[in-house]
Every structure is written in structure tokens, then in C-alpha cells.
């Protein structure tokens, strides 16, 4: 599996060569292990600084946003030492208002921060506004089983868009803006085959889990998805035969009640027995229809046995 920033690099060299004027390139996330020793992973930053200073026949502008102080001194002087850091506008602070307050148009905007399925479809939200055709959104650890929950949500929601979406090395989402003809690189493929209703449907159950926040601690992508509609599923259900046992309660309490009150002698008393309200008539046909709605009303307030509170009284 490449490097990421390698791959950036490329999708930068097309996208220069393809629109022959200025990128404006935005990355959330800057370098958390600034050195070259011990892997060939998460120098992003490092490789489109490199790009950008590189390329001096454009005046190229790359932003890298970064909420951690300590992350973002590291990385700045960690360019510093390759001569690189003059080719960078560090942002500090959240991505979210960061981009939400960016104001330009983006060329390629490069998703790498935090781990949240949520908090990433809020960044891709923010970003895709500033989005200038023909461009990008890269989003990392979307494909990769070891840590594949980021784009849960985004990558379905984007396709929902209309957008199509690539999964570039085993890894990347290239969600594209106008770029559909972008020669994808080995071991990449755009995403093809499901319909928008399906989309919707899985899209609408993984929020639903994600809202309960639980654990996607499974081995693939693909498991933490089925986790999800499957859990949503089954409290969907659960919400369902909630709903049906409540109105069944409710139908079978208004039976009672009316059967009593049918069987008595409430309507000759000075007041309905379930409110209070004055008998308007000595009438009992006019009189019975507002004591059963009155009944209605105060069932409509949860009992003891489900936590609901008592209905104000009737008018």
C-alpha cells in the first residue's frame, strides 16, 4: 500500500496539468509523526508542501488545518528543517469552522482528520461549497481494513450527491467533482452497482446506529456496516411493537373507561369525573362524546408503566 501522500501528489499533477492555472489545495489534519524513520505513512503534509514548492511556474496555495497546537508545532518545524515550510498557511483550530469560514474556491481538499464517521460527512459538507470543477475530496483510512470507519457515512451520502466515488489504493476515497476521466492508479476502482433507494435505505440505517454511538470495532468495512443495519434494524423493530403495544393499551383502557362511565351515574354529577369541566346539558347524548374524548386525552399522556406524565386538563 503506497503512501498517501504519493498519491495526492499524482491526483495534484493531473489536476494542474488538466486545469493549466493556480490550484488552491486545503488539508484537515496535518502530520502527527513528523519523521522519515520507521514508516512511509502520514506525510501528507510533507508531500504537497514538497509539490507546491516544486512547481514554481504557478503560485500554488496550500492550507493545512490542524486542531492539536503541539501536532501543528511539530509539523512546522519539522518542514522548517526541509526548507519547506514557507509553502504552507498553517490554520489552527476545528476543521469544521475552519472550512465553514474558508471563503475561496478549493481545488483539492484532503479529509485526514479525526476518526469520526460524523465529523467527517460535517467537514465534507463544509468543503464541498468551496469545491471548484474540475476538483476533489480525498479522504484517508476510508477502504483500509484496519481502520476503515471514517467515510461510513460520507462516501454513501456523496453517491447519494450524485458524485461518483473512487477507491483508489485499497485505501483512499476520491469522491469527484467534475473529474470522472481521472486515470485511476493501480489497484483502484470507481464504485459502480448500487441504486439510489438502496443508497438511502443504508445510509438512513447507519446514521441511526451512529446517533447511538456504538462500537464499529469490526475487522472490514464491510462487517461494520452490516453491524450497523442490523443493529438499527432490530431497534427499529423494537420501536415499532412499542408504538403497536402503546395504541393496543390506550384502545383497550378507552373501552373500560367508557363501559364505566356508560354504566354509572357520572352524568347527572355537576362536573365530568375525568376533568372537572362543568356538564354542559342533562342531555347524556351530548354529554358522552367529550367524556370519552376527555379519556382520550389524558391516555394520550404516558401511564406510570412507560414514564409519561399526566395530560393537562381538558377544556
Known sequence: MRDPGELLVEM???LSFTKAAPLRVVECGTIRSPTFDGHNDGLATYHMARWVA???MLPHEFYSFELTAGHLKACQQFLHAEGLDDYVTFGLGDADLLLEHFCQPIDLCYLDAGADPVANLSQYRRAEKWLRPPGMVVIDDVFDPRNADRGLVTVPYARLEGHKVACV??????????VDDYPLPANSYWLEGTQA?????ELAQIDAVLG?????????????IEHAINTASRAYTAEQQRDVARAERDALKVEILAAEWAGSDAYAMPGCPFCG???PSDDRGDYEPHAVDCVIRKLKGTDAALGETESPRCD
Do not use: H, V, Y
Open 12 to 14: 495534484l499533477n493531473w
Open 54 to 56: 516544486r512547481q514554481r
Open 169 to 178: 489504493d485499497g485505501r483512499l476515497a476520491l469522491i469527484s467533482f467534475g
Open 197 to 201: 433507494a438502496e443508497l438511502r435505505a
Open 212 to 224: 447511538r454511538r456504538p462500537a464499529l470495532d469490526k475487522s472490514t468495512r464491510r462487517e461494520n
Open 277 to 279: 369541566r362543568d356538564q
